[in-house]
C-alpha cells in the first residue's frame, strides 16, 4: 500500500526524469522543432513547478514562495524571448535560461 511520501518520490522521480528531458533536448538535438518543443515544455514544466512550490509552502516562508515564482518568470521570459528574437545566439541564450529555470524550480519545490 502507497502512503503520500512514496506517491510524493513517484512525483519528484517523474519531474526530474521530465525536467532533464525538457532541459538536455534542447541542446543535443540539432532539430529546431525538437529544440523549440523542448524549450517550450521545460517553461510549461517550471510554471507547474512554480504553482506547486506555492500551494505546498508555508506562507511565513515567502522568500522561497518568491523564488519559486522567480523561476517561473524565468521560464516564461525565456519562452518570450524564444519567440521575439529569431538568431542563434538568442535562441541559445533562450536555452540556458529555460534549463536553468528547470533545475532552480525543481530545487525551490522539492528541496527547500
Do not use: H, W
Not at 519528484?12 to 541542446?27: D, E, H, K, R, T
Not at 532539430?31 to 507547474?48: C, D, E, H, P, Y
Not at 519562452?79 to 533545475?103: E, H, N, P, Y
Amino acid at each position: 500500500m502507497l502512503n503520500s511520501l512514496d506517491l510524493l518520490i513517484y512525483l519528484f522521480i517523474g519531474f526530474a526524469a521530465v525536467g532533464l528531458i525538457g532541459a538536455v533536448l534542447p541542446f543535443i538535438t540539432k532539430n529546431k522543432i525538437a529544440q523549440r518543443a523542448g524549450l517550450i515544455g521545460s517553461a510549461l514544466l517550471t510554471t507547474v513547478l512554480g504553482f506547486a512550490n506555492l500551494e505546498s509552502t508555508p506562507l511565513s516562508y515567502g522568500s522561497d514562495i518568491f523564488a519559486g515564482f522567480l523561476f517561473a518568470v524565468l521560464a516564461i521570459a525565456a519562452v518570450v524571448l524564444q519567440f521575439v528574437k529569431k538568431d542563434d545566439k538568442t535562441f541559445k541564450i533562450a536555452r540556458i535560461l529555460s534549463a536553468v529555470s528547470v533545475l532552480g524550480g525543481m530545487y525551490c519545490t522539492f528541496m527547500i
